[in-house]
């Protein structure tokens, strides 16, 4: 085969993985309503590899057309089939015996079909009706229960954000339409970075694109919805945390030329997402359900992933969203073991977090990473400017571990020195890793005072949790946890809102019946 | 008089010591409906409790109709079921005819058959105010009030007995009331969300005290005073998951010779949602309200009646059943006790071991003997560095003795503390606020092949690696639990142990004929990922597998001092008997066997017979029960795989029917129910009535075991009938709420109690038939009528139908059945 093939080659198979998805979705019978599943998302998988492969041994320029492979596609790609042939064999198992098994597959094949297609779009068109299509199999996958009256409220709310995100999305299309003349993501970004700077329009029309995303990617005040649709089925949960929430930003990484030139739009961003990221994550470590833990989790995540796109540091964004996504997958098939890491928890209790223990914490932490550090800094790899900001957040993070272990002791202390090592890194590892092999970095503009807000906000974050934490009875802890436990109502007057403007159509619940559920009567 | 005004000062203890106390007829009605609901215990230790335990006093068709009114319960199956037996002729007419001579109404067999083509009448229950402000706000179209109110009682609840999930939690000072009390009046939640703003002000006069909210509100709402208990158990009964989770607080306890009031400030609780709506709602509110207070008679009267005759159809599908089992047993009433076999083994009374024991004993010169799964010695454990003992016995006792990890160096209790504490350190690192996203970026990655391995690699997995956690497998490996102390942490004394061995040894009836080998068989589950494992494990071991009771008992019955001591006692017990512990897998049927470095070399040769058997005795029982698991055309290897694959997949929400199918009790010597095929439907306990002199044992069995038992039953029983309210419905949907408290199904709503529909159902039918225990006893008339005098909770279980009670009279083959108080020849 001649090498300057390839690159075609290549893309010709990767195109078969949403073709293969969607065409299994006829295949989808009652009997076994797996089975087609199973084998399309083993292909799936299967042909991504050859796709990756056959493009790694030439990464040739990207021929003309719909599709593109590059490293972020294919990074995606590999993503989305692995996570996807989870999901298939985790489900098969799992809801066995439940009806409604041939809609379910069907709309996880064409929920995957989109998500596929999705990353491997080279035209923005295309990208969005391919998001289009994720909502929709997406809407059909978390109404499993059609009669969990829960389900259908959320469901009803999800479905008004993602419409008015698909109406910032066109309006945004237009624009960019307008100004470049072409919706091709090359052509776009060709013209981002050739332009010194952008137009009103496509200032307008990254500010809609953004808007939108913060809607798809549950940023406060639109986040309710994924808290709670935990009325459907837990592999549903994992994919859509795991494989759909990220999306927006995926979109944001792929558009980073253009982005970087965003000015206004990044600065939304970088507010919503750090806002998102605090809230988020102070607000999760106040509820007592598993699920709504991970979905809180999940905001601040993504509110952190939209922080780095805002910054400008692509490639973080990009690693975030993929260790989130395997870690979130993980832990949300894995949520019925808590139990058992409680029974395991409970041998020994925890010991309090106190003051003392925070300070001599940032001492020992300080003292063990400064050489770590140093060395990193000096190496001739890497000099990039963000890397004093997180290396700071990440030392803070090592502090409640290290805090624990100094309270309990100097044997504990030792073992979680070295699981900070470890950490460390790892962290580092993989931004290498990232920096290197993911993307050229593609900073553009960002304003130095955006690294600064964020900083200050994270620091503030270590302040506020180092008080809940170490004095949970003070008057801090006790003003602020009831509201925390609440989501800062953002959420209460949210749906209020979407109440006023369009009422969800529900079945009048019969005077007897609670919480509607799942009721197997006997025939 | 006197005594009853030094009970409400004993309970008012935990009250705010401001307010105004409830009057005393008040309180006892308050008092009366929190002792109505039953305990629930939490997920790590998931013993089956009867959801109308404090109800018994009645009998259940009543109850049932009292629950119906109250809360929209239903307690039988819907009349398409019955319908689906009489179809399938497991229901035939004599079973009806049985059933209506038995209870004396005046019936046709035809008339009653036509019941089952006619649907069941709806139920309704009595209006709350929450229902009155629902009706009156019509709001179809949005989320109803009583949904509303009780998702934010049940989030506060999480939040107040959250134990480990959360990092902030509300303030406990106080107690629940005065937490609660805080929260709501900081919450704009619901005047936000409910649109309703004159609810400020009326959470702004919330009375301090629990106590004080139930004086005020009793004398606001203008509830009748003969019906205030009747109401406050509606409350309860509305958010029953917490108010269980309370009982249970209150449950463990009393046990411990302590109280606890959580529950009254729950009922509070409830109450203040009704009495800020009654506040917020305005005059028509409470113009409705009073129509709707004087209504609750009807929806009495209504319920009582709706399906009265329904319990005879009820009692015919048991009738179907027990009379069944009573035939196959009275084939048994002419064999004699067997001679003694090479080797015993005694296992837990589970309805899983019946199908074990049968498969084993037909591999020849093997007896096998059923006891209660802790073999009766109330014991706590406290694993090797543990910092807290769990309870290793069954939810009616308190532990006695304690059970500590032995045979390992002193050092490793210290190494696996430090290593446990770094496993929370790791864990603060995994999910503080700021540190989780530095977290997902150096460690998420690495999820992927922790995603892969459970999904392909999954042979690498094991089912309980919390027990083992902070341990090698070595390490794990020399443990040897043994009992070392009384709880209290005072030693024990010589006699002591000798009392504790001849319990053991009279409990099961053995007390001669000693094998050269006796297996103490413990019994455990093996899944992964499952909220509810400890369901499967060993109920009368407090939830756990029974390993460490089945260990630490075979290592007393082998000492050499217990043995002198013991021969005094009248139990002389041959040298050359040997006692060995072991653990059935009831989720692959295998049994291992622990601590055999300690049998003699006399024994080798019984010894690798035994593990022979075994291993036999499991491939027969795996066959046996690979048809109910959808594995039947696999071939024997396959079976066995395919087992030990579920009980290591992560996404298997059947992994085994548990104790689904459980209907009878047969507690008689083995000879009566070897030949039988039970269909692993039924607990046997071994029981010889000629050695019990002074039906000391027999009062223990019908004391513990056989309430146990029912307890199983009825949890199976409620949580199929109405599995909303008593089953902890979809496992698909499961959240688990506070660490190990319970689950939600789906984002929240009350907490959940009883079985999942996955534990019952199989997707197309019931797998589980929801009928009351049959049990069958041998021991003489006089002395069952002697127990269920002196112990009047058990003859309630009785005499108020919650069971049924037959005698199996092998002098007069013949088996009796206690009906009304009376016995009477059971009908052929």
């Known amino acids: ?523 | 008089m006197a005594n009853a005004d030094r009970r409400s000062f004993d309970d008012v203890e935990v009250a705010a010591p401001s307010g105004a106390r409830p009057s005393s007829a008040l309180e006892e009605a308050a008092e009366r409906a929190c002792a109505s609901i039953a305990p629930t215990w939490p997920l790590d230790r998931f013993i089956a409790v009867n959801p109308f335990w404090s109800r018994t006093d009645k009998p259940l068709p009543r109850v049932a109709g009292e629950l119906a009114a109250l809360s929209g319960a239903r307690l039988l199956m819907p009349r398409s079921w019955f319908a689906a037996e009489w179809r399938a002729e497991r229901l035939r007419p004599e079973h009806l005819r049985a059933a209506i001579t038995a209870s004396g109404a005046e019936m046709k067999v035809k008339h009653l058959s036509g019941l089952l083509r006619i649907e069941e009448p709806r139920q309704s229950r009595r209006p709350l105010a929450v229902d009155v402000m629902d009706a009156r706000c019509r709001r179809e179209l949005e989320v109803s009030w009583r949904d509303y109110i009780m998702e934010r009682v049940s989030r506060f609840c999480a939040s107040y007995f959250d134990d480990g999930q959360a990092h902030v939690r509300p303030v406990r000072e106080g107690g629940l009331y005065a937490s609660w009390r805080s929260q709501v009046e900081g919450d704009r939640g619901p005047a936000l969300f409910m649109a309703l703003p004159e609810i400020r002000s009326a959470v702004a006069s919330l009375p301090k005290s629990a106590d004080e909210m139930l004086t005020v509100a009793a004398a606001d709402l203008g509830v009748p005073p003969a019906e205030r208990e009747a109401y406050f158990q509606a409350l309860l009964l509305d958010i029953n998951g917490w108010a269980s989770w309370c009982a249970y607080l209150r449950w463990n306890a009393r046990l411990a010779g302590r109280d606890d009031h959580h529950i009254r400030e729950l009922l509070s609780i409830r109450l203040a949602w009704e009495w800020i709506l009654f506040r917020a709602g305005g005059e028509e509110l409470r113009t409705d309200w009073g129509h709707a207070v004087a209504s609750w008679p009807t929806f009495d009267r209504v319920a009582q009646s709706a399906r009265a005759e329904d319990w005879l159809l009820q009692n015919a599908v048991e009738i179907a059943w027990s009379s069944e089992v009573r035939r196959m047993l009275a084939e048994g009433f002419a064999a004699s006790r067997p001679s003694t076999p090479s080797v015993q083994a005694a296992f837990c009374l589970d309805v899983r071991s019946e199908i074990y024991r049968r498969a084993l004993e037909a591999q020849g010169d093997v007896g096998t003997i059923g006891c209660a799964g802790f073999f009766g010695v109330a014991i706590e454990y406290t694993a090797l560095a543990s910092e807290r003992a769990r309870p290793q016995l069954p939810g009616l006792m308190a532990p006695k003795y304690r059970v500590t990890d032995t045979g390992v160096p002193d050092s490793l209790e210290a190494t696996r503390a430090s290593r446990l504490h770094a496993g929370h350190a790791w864990k603060a690192f995994k999910s503080t606020s700021l540190s989780s996203f530095a977290f997902v970026d150096a460690m998420g990655l690495f999820f992927a092949g922790t995603l892969f391995g459970e999904t392909f690699g999954r042979a690498a997995r094991h089912a309980d690696e919390h027990e083992a956690a902070g341990l090698t497998p070595a390490e794990d490996a020399a443990r040897k639990p043994r009992i070392t102390s009384r709880a209290d942490g005072a030693p024990l004394s010589r006699e002591e142990r000798c009392a504790l061995a001849e319990g053991v040894l009279r409990g099961m009836s053995l007390t001669r004929g000693f094998a050269r080998l006796l297996l103490l068989v413990g019994h455990g589950a093996a899944t992964r990922n499952n909220p509810h494992a400890s369901g499967l494990e060993c109920g009368a071991c407090g939830g756990h597998s029974g390993k460490v009771n089945a260990r630490a008992v075979a290592a007393l019955l082998n000492d050499a001092d217990v043995r002198t001591d013991l021969a005094a006692r009248g139990i002389a017990i041959p040298e050359a008997t040997h006692v060995l512990a072991g653990l059935h897998n009831t989720t692959t049927d295998d049994v291992s066997l622990f601590d055999e470095d300690a049998v003699p070399a006399t024994h080798q040769r019984e010894l690798a017979d035994l593990r022979a058997k075994l291993e036999r005795a499991s491939g027969a029982a795996r066959r046996e029960r690979a048809p109910r698991l959808g594995l039947g055309d696999l071939s024997d290897p396959d079976v066995h795989a395919a087992m030990i694959e579920r009980s290591k997949n992560w996404a298997e929400v059947r992994p085994e029917w548990g104790l689904a199918g459980n209907a009878s009790f047969v507690i008689a010597p083995r000879e009566r129910s070897r030949h039988v095929d039970l269909a692993g439907r039924s607990f046997l306990h071994d029981y010889r009535f000629q050695e019990d002199a002074d039906f000391a044992v027999l009062e223990q069995i019908m004391t513990g075991p056989m309430v146990v038992a029912h307890w199983i039953n009825f949890q199976y029983y409620a949580s199929t009938v109405d599995n909303t309210r008593y089953g902890c419905g979809n496992k698909v949907l499961h959240n688990v709420v506070g660490g190990h408290l319970g689950v939600y199904e789906g984002n929240g709503g009350d907490i959940r109690i009883g079985l999942s529909i996955q534990s019952l159902h199989d997707g197309e039918r019931w797998v589980h038939a929801p009928l009351r225990l049959s049990v069958f006893l041998e021991a003489p008339r006089a002395a069952i009528d002697g127990v269920l005098d002196k112990h009047p909770k058990v003859r309630e279980l009785v005499d108020h139908e919650w069971l049924h009670l037959f005698q199996l009279d092998a002098r007069d083959q013949t088996v009796f059945v206690r009906r009304g108080g009376v016995w009477q020849p059971a009908p052929r």
């Open chain 1, 1 to 523: 085969m001649v090498p300057h093939d390839l690159p075609s080659v290549a893309l010709v198979v990767a195109r078969l993985v949403p073709a293969i998805l969607v065409t299994a979705v006829l295949f989808v019978s009652k009997r076994s309503p797996f089975a087609a599943t199973s084998a399309a998302t083993s292909a799936a998988l299967g042909l991504s590899v050859v796709a990756v492969v056959l493009h790694a041994l030439a990464p040739g320029p990207t021929p003309r057309g719909l599709v593109q492979l590059d490293v972020v596609s294919s990074a995606m790609l590999l993503l989305v089939g692995a996570l996807s042939i989870v999901v298939v064999r985790y489900s098969r198992t799992y809801l066995a015996g439940e009806q409604g098994l041939v809609r379910y597959a069907r709309s996880l094949l064409l929920t995957l079909a989109c998500v596929t297609l999705l990353v491997l779009s080279k035209n923005l068109a295309l990208l969005v009706v391919a998001w289009l299509g994720v909502g929709v199999g997406m809407h059909q996958l978390l109404t499993f229960y059609p009669r969990r009256r829960q389900a259908v409220i959320v469901a009803h709310k999800k479905f008004l954000l993602a419409r008015i995100a698909d109406l910032c999305f066109f309006a945004s299309l237009v624009l960019v339409d307008f100004e470049v003349g072409s919706l091709d993501i090359d052509t776009v970004n060709a013209f981002a970075r050739a332009s010194s700077g952008l137009s009103p329009p496509l200032h307008l029309a990254t500010v809609l694109l953004v808007f939108g995303i913060l809607l798809k990617t549950a940023q406060l005040p639109f986040h309710g919805w994924i808290l709670q649709v935990m009325e459907a089925p837990t592999p549903v949960s994992a994919l859509l945390h795991a494989g759909v929430v990220n999306i927006g930003g995926f979109v944001m990484i792929r558009l980073a030329p253009l982005m970087s030139r965003a000015t206004f739009a990044q600065g939304l961003l970088v507010a919503v997402g750090l806002v998102t990221a605090i809230v988020g994550s102070l607000v999760m470590t106040t509820r007592a359900s598993i699920k709504v833990v991970l979905a809180w989790s999940t905001i601040a995540q993504m509110g952190f992933m939209l922080v780095q796109c805002g910054l400008g540091v692509w490639h973080l964004a990009l690693l975030h969203l993929l260790a989130h996504s395997f870690y979130k997958a993980h832990s949300f098939l894995s949520a019925g073991a808590v139990v058992d890491t409680w029974r395991a928890g409970s041998l020994v209790r925890p010991r309090r977090l106190a003051l003392r223990f925070v300070g001599a914490a940032v001492l020992v932490v300080g003292l063990v990473a400064a050489p770590f550090y140093a060395a990193f800094v000096l190496s001739p790899l890497h000099a990039s400017p963000s890397l004093g900001p997180l290396a700071l957040a990440l030392l803070l993070s090592f502090v409640p571990m290290i805090g624990r272990a100094l309270a309990a002791g100097r044997r504990a202390l030792a073992l979680a020195a070295m699981s900070m090592v470890g950490a460390a890194v790892s962290y580092f590892g993989w931004h290498v890793v990232s920096e290197e092999v993911l993307l050229p970095v593609d900073a553009g503009a960002v304003a130095p005072v955006a690294w600064w807000v964020v900083v200050a906000g994270l620091v503030g974050l270590f302040a506020a949790q180092t008080i809940l934490h170490a004095n949970p009875a003070g008057r801090f802890a006790r003003a602020l946890q009831p509201h925390l436990h609440s989501g800062l109502y953002i959420d209460d007057w949210f749906t209020r809102l979407t109440f006023r403007l369009w009422p969800p159509r529900l079945e009048r619940p019969a005077s007897t019946s609670r919480r509607s559920s799942v009721t197997l009567e006997a025939r």
